[in-house]
């Protein structure tokens, strides 16, 4: 991607992922990876469908959306008792954060762009608990910057949030590029602050977009930097 010096990255579902063992024990249900693995992505088509619909809703209000989708899949089909589940997971989340999961290749892969000299930072729609997490998942040293939506008031995909991050890089919009995993939060956030977005998974998107199956993937986007390009 030609005039890029930073890379931005989602948190949740892109960089760190929720803990499935953490997630379980706080429902009072039995892990099974494959089992969990299964529901997080059923609930997750749920959540951008979701989303479609209500293109204005907030991170909270699709939060139990979510939640009530993989409890759903995981065979908890009793409206009391998926409630009660919910609300012992969101207390959880609340208190520690479930999202705490790297995500595969995190590590190497933030580690091989810096080394080729990108600046790179997160901007998260967040409880307040997104840079605890990154420390966390050993990632928050590649990060020059990480944005918070709970410490800034704006969530993406309102395009103030982008900015937040691109100001403090004291870059263009024009030379950074985005990295998330839910089209119309990511996606159209990123664009419609003149980032340049790529969607990672194979979540659906309405419309042509740059994509990636793993973050891995980003190395074949982005080759190293010249020394002493410019910054903007």
Partial sequence: MSGIRAILFDAGGTLIHVNGEAVCRAAGLPYAEAAFRAAEAAAHGRVRRWIAEHPDSTDAERLP??????????????????????????????RVSLW??????????LEALRGRGYRLG??????????RLLEQARLAPFLEVIIDSAEVGIEKPDPRIFFAATEQLALAPSACSYVGDIYEIDVLGARAAGLSAILIGAGPAPGPVERIAELADLLALFPPLPPGGPLA
């Fill in 65 to 94: 959306v979510y939640i009530d989708g993989m409890l759903r899949e995981l065979g908890i089909e009793d409206d009391a008792a998926r409630t009660a589940g919910m609300r012992c997971i969101v207390e959880e989340n609340t």
């Fill in 100 to 109: 705490s999961r790297p995500g595969e290749g995190a590590v190497p892969t």
């Fill in 122 to 131: 997160v901007i998260s729609n967040s409880n307040g608990h997104v840079r």
